[in-house]
């Protein structure tokens, strides 16, 4: 009896040692792929919320790095250009020329990049409105700006958007949903 009891041991460790099966491994891929078509649309629009903040947070950094640069030395004004006719669109701090012609307008060409461009993910639009059609905002030696009235958006496929802000007296840069 011992040796059959050892024998029935030795078997089912065998057994244990050959892994699944074809029909088990194909049983867990189906369930995996039933799950993941439940799992992805509910995902997507947690995408698009982290894109939309990520891309906020991004365009609100330039915008402190152009006024930081501008409070660094009262002689020189720093802006941010929004650029909305790129595809896609794109943020662009430069330091003003400060001629007569120019002053206070975003002059490509003319006007020297401070840092490289923030672009926005292809799915995000960006849209200014606001007084005027300037579509930059300048930032003065201490801090305010020389743009009223300006207003910031990004915008998602589906109409969801944040606004950045920025306080023209002392500007304090804000994101609101």
Same mark, same amino acid.
């Given at each position: ?10 078997? +089912? ?8 099966? @074809?029909? !088990?491994? @194909? ?6 792929? %039933? ?12 995408? !698009?919320?982290?894109? @939309?903040?990520? &891309? #906020? ?17 009262? *002689?020189?004004?720093? /802006?941010?250009?929004?650029?909305? =006719? #790129? ?16 002053? /206070?307008?975003?002059?490509?060409? =003319? ?16 849209? %200014? /409105?606001?007084?005027?059609?300037? !579509?930059? %905002? %300048?930032?003065?030696?201490? /801090? ?6 300006? &207003?910031?958006?990004? +915008?998602?496929?589906?109409? *969801? ?10 500007? *304090? ?5």
């Amino acid at each position: 009896m011992k040796i059959v009891g050892e024998w029935m041991v030795t078997v +089912r460790r065998t057994m244990a040692l050959q892994g699944f099966s @074809l029909i !088990e491994v @194909l049983i867990v891929i189906a369930v995996i792929l %039933i799950l993941s078509a439940v799992a992805v649309p509910a995902i997507k629009p947690l995408l !698009e919320g982290v894109q @939309l903040s990520t &891309s #906020a947070k991004g365009i609100k950094n330039q915008l402190i790095c152009a006024k930081t640069r501008a409070l660094g030395d009262s *002689r020189v004004h720093c /802006g941010v250009y929004f650029d909305t =006719s #790129a595809t896609p669109d794109r943020v662009q701090v430069f330091l003003d020329n400060g001629t007569p012609a120019n002053d /206070g307008i975003y002059t490509q060409g =003319s006007d020297q990049h401070f840092m490289a461009a923030y672009t926005l993910p292809p799915t995000l639009s960006l849209v %200014i /409105g606001g007084d005027g059609t300037n !579509e930059a %905002i %300048i930032f003065r030696g201490d /801090g305010s700006t020389r743009v009223h009235g300006m &207003s910031i958006t990004i +915008r998602t496929a589906k109409n *969801r958007e944040k606004n950045i802000s920025v306080l023209p007296s002392t500007g *304090r840069i804000k994101i609101t949903d």
